[in-house]
Every structure is written in structure tokens, then in C-alpha cells.
């Protein structure tokens, strides 16, 4: 019986020691304790990671802004202006300057004329402009009054707003030197070649002063449009031709000096025509003056 309560209360001990949490040293602390601190490190760096992968932060940018650009002094709206002066500056009988000069400038510049006086201006642009400074200019105009050219230089100036008027009283000046260059020597046609390249000449300069877009569908190759003159002319005939540059393959630039008379007025102009002809089953005129559509 003693021995049999004893075996009961070994078994009881045996049963409650499984419940009972197993002693552990110091060192095995230090290395839990160790491993928790690694594991936090990791846990930190995941965070950081993920965070930054979803950030909708942009990244900063530089921008750099567009050079401003330079303004040109006299600008179109000056140059009309002079222009528009120009022509009321010279029509007689005088009109009011006040539209283009201060009220004073205005009554001390505007020209006098005899009552009698009649003077219109045909054409007025611009022949050249000269900057005084920033806000200063001179703008030269030609204008037609009646059979002669005029060239009234026009002191312009610009205030603070853009606003541009006529700072001083205008000035005749001097039109344009008169050039002097070397007469130009060309080329002649290869003999071999003149029939064939008068012959197209001839026949498509007819039909281009003449106006006969029909004609010249049949002279110039396929694809290519070429429009008539408006004014109806008639060809007296081809007094020259040369080569305007070197020959090249199959393409030949030539000048055909005309004569050719005003179908209303018969009035006789001399004129040289620039044209390119290209050869084919035969040859055609390609282009006048450097333009296909003539």
C-alpha cells in the first residue's frame, strides 16, 4: 500500500512539472533578446521601402524659362504707320495730321497747298527704316504721286504702351543709289539641241502670254500645273536664248529673251524669261522663273 502511494504522488509530479515552463540561462536570453532587435531592424526597413514605392510625391523639377524674345524696332505696326502718314502727308487738298501727330506737330507740319491744288498717292511702302533707339526711328516710304516717286523719311516714335506716333516734322530724302554691275555673259545652247528647245520655247511662250491654259497642258510634263498670264499678250518672237546654268542630265535652264505686245493697247515689251525644261520622248517646259505654277 506505501509503496503504491508513492508511485501516485511521483506520477502527480511528473504530471504538473510538463506544465511548468522549462528554466532557461542567460545567455540563451541575450540571444532571444538579440534576435527580436534584428528582427525590428528588418520590419523598419520594410516599412520605409514600401512607403517610398507609393509615395505620389513628384519629384522636383527645373525649369528653365524660354528666353524672351527680342522685339524689332520699327516693328509692321510702325512701318504701316509711316505709310498710312505717308499718303496724308502728301494728298492735296491737305487733310488733318491729327490722327498721326500731337495737336501742336500736327498744325506746324501739315503741308499748304493752293486751293486749287489736286494730289493723290498712288502706292506708299516702305523702302528702308533706320533705329535711333529703343523707342525712336526713321521710316522711309516711297510714294507714287502722280508720275513720280517720293521718298518722305518719317521720324516714328513708341511709348510706354506700344502706342507709336510722329515725333518730328518728316523730311524729303534721296531714293536709292543707282547700281552699276557687269552685264552677265552666258552660255550659248549646244547647237545640236537648239531646235528642239527653241521650238518648245516658242510655242509655250505663245501660249503662256496668250492665256491659253489649254495650250500649255500639252507643253509641260505630266503632273505638272502651269497657270497663263491674266492680261492677254501676243508673242512677236524669241530673240535669244542661252543657258542660264551648266547643262545637267536631262534638265536644261535657259533664258528666252521676248518681244511681246499688249493685245489692248499694243504696246511692245522686251522681257527674258528664266525657264527649265526637261527632255523626255521630247522636251517639255517645266517651270518659269524658278516656279512651277508659273
Known sequence: MAHLRFGLAVNRL????ARLPALRTPADALKRLGRMVLWLVVAVLLLRG????FSTDPAPAVVQSAPKPMAVWPDDEARAFAADFARAYLTAPA???DRFAAPD???SIAPSYADDERQ???FASVARTAKLDDTHALVTVAAAVGGDTRYLAVPVARDVHGGVVVSDPPSFVAPPAHGLIETPTYEPVAS???AGIEDVTT???RAYLAGDAGDLAYLVPAGVRMGAVAQKYELLGISSLALAAPAKGDTREVWASARARDARTQAIYSMR???RLVRSDRWYVAAVNSSGGG
Open 95 to 97: 487733310v488733318p495730321l
Open 50 to 53: 514600401l512607403a517610398s514605392s
Open 120 to 122: 493723290s498717292v498712288g
Open 192 to 194: 545640236n539641241e537648239r
Open 14 to 17: 511528473d504530471r504538473g512539472s
Open 273 to 275: 524669261y528664266r525657264l
Open 105 to 107: 506737330l500736327a498744325a
Open 203 to 205: 510655242r509655250f511662250l
